[in-house]
């Protein structure tokens, strides 16, 4: 069996070959050739957490695993990732154990590329500031998703700890240079989206993160943060204003996302407002964005096809580059 770190995950594939994967991903699931149960969460009221457990089969790619992840918002006061996983991949003929995968990075790897993917097929193509809300681990996956699909020249960042802000603006500055990419850190979440041409939440908010003024028309909004029903990022004016809301599946979405399920307890939306699978975009079935003036929505839950698709990819790479440590169990 292999055994994979984050570290030598960074090593094994391009963002772009990531986008690529979870479009497959995405594309076989909404075809209906994947295999994917709503995942199990399990609230730990112990660490104020939530521990995740989602399993998939993707067999055009012989893609087949299980995932765990634990999200501890609380491990930030000792000093910890808030984010914490593995992933179990296994043999689609065999079924035996092939590797064991550090599933936090796995998990900002695949939640910043299916980002990408959103933004790639939602947004203007002449979108220039991106703005996001939320600065932790996932921030940096949807940076560099959303740079790898359109020209950013700025960045608007937010977030509830300014100096973390700050210090993810540092870490951009040295990445790209201060001349191919102008960094600003707001004092409140509106000033940062307004004026933004792509919005990227990533928050354990239980409340909306913006008001819904504050938003310049034409927007694609990538909301990639709470994750509970009780817990909503988006204001329900926006969500029921969004041209085309897209998600990677509606049953997931439905059952999982109160970004979705209190605008519908509310009545803002129905069940019917969710105009595709994002996977449907990506195989022709429903359009993208049509005009310059639409608003546009993507809601991630994250789905496991995605993770074991992309998983497998890593672990061909690794394979192939001799990368990884070499366990018998």
Known sequence: MLVLSANDQQQLLTMSEVIDSVGVALSEFSNHRAITPIRTSIPVVKGNGTSLFMPSVVEATDSLGVKFVSVFPDNRLHGKKTIYGMMVL??????????????SYLTVLRTGAVSGLATKFLSQEKSKVLAIIGTGAQARGVLQAIKAV???????????NESKAHEFAREITDQFGSESLQVHVFPNADEAVKGGD?????TNA?????????LKPGVHINAIGSFRPTMQEIPTAIVARAS?????????ALEETGDLIIPIEQGAI????????LGEIVNGVKSGRESD???TLFKSVGLAAMDVVVAKALYDRALELGVGQKVSI
Do not use: C, Q
């Open 90 to 103: 296994a043999d689609v003929m065999t079924g035996e154990p092939l590797a064991i995968l550090e599933a």
């Open 150 to 160: 359109r020209s950013i020249e700025t960045v608007h960042l937010y977030n509830r």
């Open 198 to 202: 792509i919005v990227a939440t990533a």
């Open 206 to 214: 239980k409340t909306p993160v913006f008001s819904a003024e504050s």
């Open 244 to 252: 085309k809301i897209v998600v990677e599946s509606r049953e997931a």
């Open 270 to 277: 129905t069940s019917e407002s969710i105009y595709a699978e």
């Open 293 to 295: 003036e639409e608003l």
